[in-house]
């Protein structure tokens, strides 16, 4: 049976497209496949799935990829820390905190704030655990923070952080009529969206013809009464 796959990184949420392909393609299963920030694109380029909601940076070597949103960066702090009483705080708020730098940090940056921990942890998730346990903080896409959720733990958004960016990707030679119904789901068309379609010739109209001028009317025989002579 035909499925269309779809991979998603930790922090993206497909369920509206996953509900809304529901409703339009309901003949084609679509199959939601976890995949890691770092190994979504090569599970693209080996076809184990058709499309992927991705992380910047992409290696773009043979792929599309459409932008679709950038997330706030916050800082992942326990509960009972200063941090927790700010609305906003910056990079230069960090500098006497140990932050966090898991291996599978999506974003970039020039210069880590903070104090540098001995190790780096192999994942956000043991990163999180760690900040819990009072080791340091951590800066993340707001939906890491939301995804790892904790009681004893709060965040708060990084003015001047780096963020990080979500796509949509498939490979270039694969763009097939599945994939552009959901590229259309992704991008809010309608169902009776006319992208794809021939357009409609327009309805020539006939052409009016010139009306004939009037014959002229005959010119009035006999004129009027003669006038009798005296």
């Known amino acids: 049976m035909t499925s269309f796959k779809l991979a998603y990184v930790p922090g993206a949420t497909p369920a509206k497209w996953v509900r809304t392909w529901g409703e339009r393609v309901p003949e084609v299963p679509l199959v939601l496949v976890p995949v890691a920030a770092a190994d979504a694109a090569g599970l693209l380029r080996e076809r184990a799935a058709d499309a992927a909601l991705l992380r910047s940076p992409i290696d773009r070597d043979g792929l599309h990829a459409i932008p679709l949103y950038t997330e706030t960066s916050v800082v992942v702090v326990a509960k009972d820390h200063l941090i927790a009483a700010a609305d906003e ?53 707001q939906s890491l923070a939301r995804l790892h959720h904790r009681r004893d733990l709060t965040y708060r958004p990084v003015a001047d952080a780096p963020q990080s960016s979500v796509a949509l990707s498939w490979l270039e030679e694969e763009t097939t009529d599945l994939m552009e119904q959901f590229i259309g789901i992704v991008r809010g068309r309608t169902v009776n969206s006319t992208r794809g379609r021939s357009p409609q010739p327009a309805v020539k109209r006939p052409e009016r013809q010139p009306r004939k001028p009037a014959a002229p009317k005959p010119a009035r025989q006999g004129g009027g009464k003669r006038r009798r002579r005296g």
Request: proline fraction near 9%.
């Open 89 to 141: 705080v910056s990079a230069a708020d960090l500098a006497d905190d140990v932050v966090l730098h898991p291996l599978d940090d999506t974003l970039e940056w020039p210069r880590l704030p903070g104090r540098a921990a001995v190790s780096r942890p192999e994942t956000t998730a043991d990163a999180i655990e760690l900040v819990a346990a009072g080791a340091g903080v951590l800066v993340v896409p």
